[in-house]
């Protein structure tokens, strides 16, 4: 883990961690349709949804639940 589990936070402590933010896959560059990953790994582009530099890591994969459940 990058750090140890802790409890100690008054119940309406929050921080940027414990949310997520949602975008739409399909956005639109200069009137151009473009998938986010795209935008989020262009060396020009990041800068439209990231000011951290381009992205590498895009998703995070993980097997499909077996069938039937």
């Known amino acids: 883990?990058?750090?140890p589990l802790y409890?100690?936070?008054v119940d309406w402590y929050v921080d940027?961690?414990?949310g997520i933010?949602?975008?739409r896959r399909l956005m639109r560059v200069d009137g151009v349709a473009m998938p986010?990953?795209?935008i989020a790994a262009d060396?020009?582009?990041h800068v439209l949804v990231?000011?951290?530099g381009p992205m590498t890591v895009l998703r995070y994969d993980?097997?499909?639940p077996p069938r039937g459940r």
């Open 21 to 23: 933010r949602l975008v």
């Open 62 to 64: 993980r097997p499909l």
């Open 36 to 38: 986010f990953e795209r």
């Open 43 to 45: 060396p020009v582009l």
């Open 1 to 3: 883990p990058i750090q």
């Open 50 to 52: 990231s000011d951290e």
């Open 7 to 9: 409890v100690g936070h």
């Open 16 to 18: 940027y961690s414990h």
